[in-house]
């Protein structure tokens, strides 16, 4: 029990861990896929879009402009984003800067106003700001309240809105010359935003864009396929660190096994001594070894189940995601995970076992 229970705990610390990258790969998925630009125009690619600073000149936004005819590009939107770290999670906020003309629905058409008004063309440059609704709570913020943005300049929340998006839920809008002014990035923008009258011609659109400006012009597909490629190096380290348990666990079957091959020496001797064949023998020592890893298994697996359901209890109440995910082929992977190590653990113990002299084993007290 005592080693079924080791190879339970080091299953459910892996499915665990690999969750966190499925949960995420829904998250952005879903989150991405019905909004957002259909082309991001930056200077370094998405690292650049990922932790941005306006680095981009905003005449790039013009120059865009210039080509729309030409590419059936209907808006071009400059951005400036601005990450607000804190030791507390829920503290951290996002930044985002962008046109009070073209407001909050160009970018984002899904959101929804819960409260108050959203900024229009007029407040272009005034301190005001509309809150992601998860954003509001962690903050404590409400209709006429004050945030501070640095020890320099502070806004007015005038809108919340719905919690409709676990994206734009952690997001605090405002407009643009109003973050440009705060962070002191005047004439610079983090990406342009480029919706399209085709988002099929994404591609076309984003290599003559690439050509053109000598500037990084990327798909919404692009940023999906860089964002997979980072979760699968996440992953190879989150089981690099979970192999360390599963290789203490399969370490632990084997010495069970072992010591019972050891305590029935003689049991194995009679059993050879009334027919039995050394691969009968093995077979049965390994059949046991393999029961044991499964059952460990099996109940890790649930034990990991209820460890996603902490981590997404926790998870959403933080940012209004399932930050893990128990898919088919993480199932798959913890259950083949766990017969390779009951293979491993069995098969010195069941060669051991199938190589018992009759006599010696027969004349053990």
């Not at 829920?90 to 409260?115: E, I, N, W």
């Not at 998860?134 to 640095?150: C, D, F, M, Q």
């Amino acid at each position: 029990m005592l080693t079924a229970l080791g190879i339970m705990v080091a299953v459910a610390s892996m499915v665990i861990f690999l969750s966190l990258g499925e949960g995420l790969r829904k998250v952005f998925t879903s989150e991405l896929g019905g909004i957002g630009p259909d082309i991001q125009v930056s200077l370094n690619g998405f690292t650049q879009g990922l932790a941005p600073s306006p680095s981009l000149n905003e005449s790039t936004t013009q120059d865009i402009q210039k080509l729309a005819p030409q590419l059936g590009i209907t808006l071009v939107t400059p951005v400036v984003m601005s990450l607000r770290t804190s030791l507390d999670p829920s503290q951290s906020v996002v930044f985002y800067g962008m046109p009070a003309a073209q407001g909050v629905t160009s970018a984002f058409p899904k959101v929804r106003l819960a409260q108050g008004a959203l900024f229009t063309a007029p407040d272009e440059g005034k301190p005001v700001a509309v809150l992601g609704a998860k954003a509001a709570s962690n903050l404590h913020l409400k209709i006429g309240s004050e945030l501070r943005l640095n020890r320099r300049a502070s806004v007015r929340v005038t809108g919340i809105l719905n919690p409709d998006s676990a994206l734009t839920d952690n997001f605090i809008f405002l407009p643009i010359t109003t973050l440009q002014n705060a962070i002191d990035a005047q004439g610079k923008v983090s990406l342009v935003a480029v919706k399209l009258a085709d988002p099929r011609q994404a591609r076309r659109v984003a290599d003559t864009l690439t050509r053109t400006l000598n500037l990084e012009a990327q798909t919404q597909s692009d940023f999906l396929s860089f964002v997979d490629r980072a979760l699968k190096i996440s992953d190879a380290v989150r089981f690099g660190i979970s192999l360390i348990s599963l290789i203490v666990g399969g370490l632990a079957v084997a010495n069970t096994v072992m010591m019972g091959v050891f305590e029935r020496t003689r049991e194995f001797g009679t059993l050879r001594a009334i027919g039995a064949r050394p691969g009968f023998v093995q077979a049965l020592v390994l059949s046991e070894s393999l029961l044991l890893a499964l059952v460990g298994g099996f109940f890790g697996v649930l034990l990991g189940l209820a460890g996603i359901w902490g981590v997404n209890l926790y998870t959403q109440n933080l940012a209004s995601i399932d930050a893990a995910a128990l898919t088919p082929r993480l199932v798959l992977l913890a259950f083949g995970i766990s017969l390779f190590l009951g293979l491993m653990a069995g098969f010195f113990p069941a060669r051991t076992a199938g190589r018992t002299v009759i006599t010696e084993a027969l004349g053990r007290a």
